[in-house]
């Protein structure tokens, strides 16, 4: 069998690429040869979070890495900061331990060099004191300010513990108050202008939402960076949502325009009024992802208010393309069968005929009825949006959403006769509500004239996805309107792994680009067709680890 080191650089480059940071790191200390080829990419996609063990990582080692070699702090591309949104991770400052043979010295006189060259925030002097208590987030802000080609920030963290020092880089940037101008190190600006996309207080590993309804981040600070054009941030609070966060509270306080052209929400609440401020930052639009979030055990009566969106979103209309909702109203300590019901306090619904460039749309199958009851009679055509092309219908707020394969061996005393009947009833009103968005995506193919592509979510639970037979009615009705047609598959059950909050399986049952080719399956992660994918998975995350999952 052929060694690592015998195989083509190309071949070897295509297998680095793809190896988790842990790996990597391995791969490069099999030989010197492995050692060269694999270093850049060990430092193209950077990850200093702070697992859920609370071991922190060397974050000083590769501080003082960068600062050494000027190579490998071009290489970086993206990195993430901050802490797990796990329960057992503790909150507060952290501080590396003691270490004697860390060059400590030499990393303060590379600091004192760059704040000596260049103009820096007002607070490097406590920095400095950071630095020298061998404080994590004093090493973060340092690594950002030096890092020349960084694209992708992500930082998760909650209660300040990496946002004291972080927040004041992008702050140089903003204008002084009455417009007097900053002196600043083109050095310092032509860096912090590389980063173009960043993620605030989102765990994108794990996927679960932070838990402690208090953590709250303003996007304040970070829209200072010129040239972002990506924003993923997570916000609790809204319309009887418990938080901090008040509805007449604004995201931001000063507002003023950006060049942001897309913006996800994960898991948030559904408030309006607070996001009017954020929103007139972004004129240039174009991508608007947004997860409601509810946690049913606390909160018994969300509002989701679907005409307000509608208003809200109308500025907009001239360059929104790209509209993504998703919604999970869950009590994670009840079993599925016996999960709250959203019911009267979704108000309205969608309405996009006044959004001529809207030509991708993704929502749960109610927010274009107003029916969280899935009647079947329902009609959507006229709302959609006169030039949509690509249409996504997903299986929230149906009783499918939350339904999975259930373990009664796992229960000391099984399930009771009753909590048997429950769990049938809601399973023969799940499989009710998937029929009616079977029937619905036939309707749409039949009825909506400007579309290209349809795409269908599948159940979380492969027991209720479509039949074989529903699945080659919907290809036939594809091909004879000649319209591509899509099955989207969710892993995160079918594979039973956390791991997989993310991937999803994409089944092309006909494709107007290629009408000869037979089904196609191909599977994505993280993304699909610029949409981000694992939303609405908060329920399923919490029941793997605690609720009995058949395996």
């Known amino acids: 069998m052929a060694s690592f080191s015998s195989l083509p650089n190309e071949l070897l480059e295509q297998i680095t690429s793809r190896l988790s940071q842990h790996d990597t790191s391995s791969f490069c200390r099999l030989n010197s040869h492995l050692h060269t080829l694999a270093t850049p990419f060990l430092y193209r996609h950077v990850d200093l979070f702070v697992p859920p063990s609370n071991r922190l990582p060397r974050i000083d080692h590769f501080c003082l890495n960068i600062l050494k070699d000027c190579k490998k702090a071009s290489n970086v ?5 901050g802490v797990s ?5 503790t909150q507060g400052q952290r ?5 004697s043979s860390f060059d400590h010295v030499y990393l303060l006189q590379k600091a004192m060099d760059i704040w000596s060259s260049e103009t820096m925030f007002s607070t490097h002097h406590l920095l400095k004191e950071a630095l020298e208590s061998r404080e994590y987030s004093a090493y973060a802000a340092l690594i950002i300010l030096v890092l020349p080609s960084l694209q992708h920030l992500h930082v998760t963290d909650c209660k300040s513990t990496t946002y004291d020092y972080l927040q004041a880089l992008p702050d140089t940037l903003a204008p002084e108050p009455l417009g007097a101008p900053r002196f600043l190190a083109q050095s310092l600006v032509r860096r912090l202008s590389s980063i173009t996309h960043t993620s605030l207080v989102v765990d994108q590993t794990s996927g679960i939402a932070y838990r402690d309804p208090k953590t709250y981040l303003g996007a304040e600070h970070f829209l200072n960076l010129p040239n972002i054009q990506s924003l ?4 609790r609070g809204g319309l009887r949502h418990q938080s901090t966060l008040r509805t007449n509270v604004p995201l931001i306080q000063r507002i003023r325009p950006t060049n942001i052209t ?9 408030f309006i009024a607070s996001t009017r401020s954020l929103f007139q930052c972004f004129p240039r639009l174009r991508s608007l992802t947004y997860d409601f979030t509810f946690d049913g055990s606390s909160m018994t009566d969300p509002v989701v208010d679907l005409a307000a969106w509608c208003d809200v979103l109308q500025a907009f209309q001239s360059t929104l393309e790209t509209l993504v909702f998703s919604i999970e109203y869950c009590d994670k300590v009840a079993w599925f069968y016996s999960q709250p019901r959203i019911l009267m306090v979704l108000h309205g619904h969608l309405d996009m005929t006044h959004f001529p460039k809207l030509h991708t749309l993704e929502v749960p199958l109610p927010f274009l009825t107003g029916d969280p009851e899935f009647t079947i009679e329902t009609q959507v055509t006229h709302l959609l949006p006169p030039n949509l092309r690509h249409l996504t219908l997903r299986t929230d707020l149906s009783h499918a959403q939350h339904a999975h394969s259930f373990d009664t061996s796992m229960l000391p005393n099984g399930l009771s006769v009753k909590s048997s009947q429950r769990m049938a009833h809601y399973l023969m009103l799940a499989q009710r509500d998937v029929s009616v968005i079977y029937q619905t995506s036939l309707t749409l193919l039949d009825q909506a004239t400007t579309l290209e592509s349809l795409s269908v979510w599948q159940p979380a639970d492969p027991s209720l996805a479509w039949l074989d037979t529903q699945v080659d009615d919907f290809a036939t009705t594809c091909r004879n309107k000649n319209i591509t047609g899509k099955i989207l598959i969710p892993m995160l059950l079918r594979w039973k792994n956390a791991a997989h909050w993310d991937l999803m399986q994409e089944k092309t049952v006909f494709d107007r680009a290629a009408p000869g080719l037979g089904p196609q399956t191909r599977f994505w992660r993280k993304e699909w067709e610029g949409k981000p994918l694992g939303l609405a998975t908060q329920y399923l995350l919490h029941a793997l680890e605690f609720h009995p999952v058949k395996l």
């Open 77 to 81: 591309k993206s990195i993430r900061l």
């Open 85 to 89: 949104s796990g329960q057992s991770v």
């Open 95 to 99: 501080h590396l331990p003691h270490d």
């Open 232 to 235: 993923e941030l997570s916000v």
């Open 262 to 270: 897309t913006l996800v929400f994960r898991h948030s609440g559904a």
